[in-house]
T-cell receptor, first 113, second 114 residues
Framework: EPEVTQTPSHQVTQMGQEVILRCVPISNHLYFYWYRQILGQKVEFLVSFYNNEISEKSEIFDDQFSVERPDGSNFTLKIRSTKLEDSAMYFC???????????FGQGTRLTVV | DQQVKQNSPSLSVQEGRISILNCDYTNSMFDYFLWYKKYPAEGPTFLISISSIKDKNEDGRFTVFLNKSAKHLSLHIVPSQPGDSAVYFCASGVEGRGADGLTFGKGTHLIIQP
């Protein structure tokens, strides 16, 4: 069964450093998303991406964040100058059409120390 | 801002019995509701959904009930099996929007006791 894959599964970084979280969406999907879940909190939408551009973003997704589809398969989330409060599980998701039912990856646990 | 609330952080149910997970929402614009299931070290997996034009949707052992007037939905699992032990997220959105419009609850950890 096709799946969304994310790497790495766990990333530890020092405060102020830049991190890139990687995702390979399902191959025929056209819509891509990043969500995050801070420990004990709800899953929160960050950004959606379609047709090589951001289609929606939440207020969490400020200038510290950027997304890119550098080639035909990868979808990345870059966090510049990480802060302690960026520590969370980051989920990538994709969907074939603009649907509410998206397929999620297994997540990347980001720990900022 | 808790537009989607799952008031039970955890629920323990005996194997073979019914599990009922509850979810309340506040935003009247929501017209589509989903349940996701999440195992440790995995991402959320879509389980079942319901549109606001219905009050019930069934898929095998899983049934979702929607009470629009009360802004409440519930997920029933009958009979509960050990593999159902997971965190269940309720999510709400607007039909026609993508998954960028989803608002999630904090989740309920369901534990099925043998």
């Amino acid at each position: 069964e096709p799946e969304v894959t994310q790497t790495p599964s766990h990333q530890v970084t020092q405060m102020g450093q830049e991190v890139i979280l990687r995702c390979v969406p399902i191959s025929n999907h056209l819509y891509f998303y990043w969500y995050r879940q801070i420990l004990g909190q709800k899953v929160e939408f960050l950004v959606s991406f379609y047709n090589n551009e951001i289609s929606e973003k939440s207020e969490i997704f400020d200038d510290q964040f950027s997304v890119e589809r550098p080639d035909g398969s990868n979808f990345t989330l870059k966090i510049r100058s990480t802060k302690l409060e960026d520590s969370a599980m980051y989920f990538c998701a994709s969907s074939e059409a603009r649907a509410l039912e998206a397929f999620f990856g297994q997540g990347t646990r980001l720990t900022v120390v | 801002d808790q537009q989607v609330k799952q008031n039970s952080p955890s629920l323990s149910v005996q194997e073979g019995r019914i599990s009922i997970l509850n979810c309340d929402y506040t935003n009247s614009m929501f017209d589509y509701f989903l349940w996701y299931k999440k195992y440790p070290a995995e991402g959320p997996t879509f389980l079942i959904s319901i549109s606001s034009i219905k009050d019930k949707n069934e898929d095998g052992r899983f049934t979702v009930f929607l009470n629009k007037s009360a802004k409440h939905l519930s997920l029933h699992i009958v009979p509960s099996q050990p593999g159902d032990s997971a965190v269940y997220f309720c999510a709400s959105g607007v039909e026609g929007r993508g998954a960028d419009g989803l608002t999630f609850g904090k989740g309920t950890h369901l534990i099925i006791q043998p």
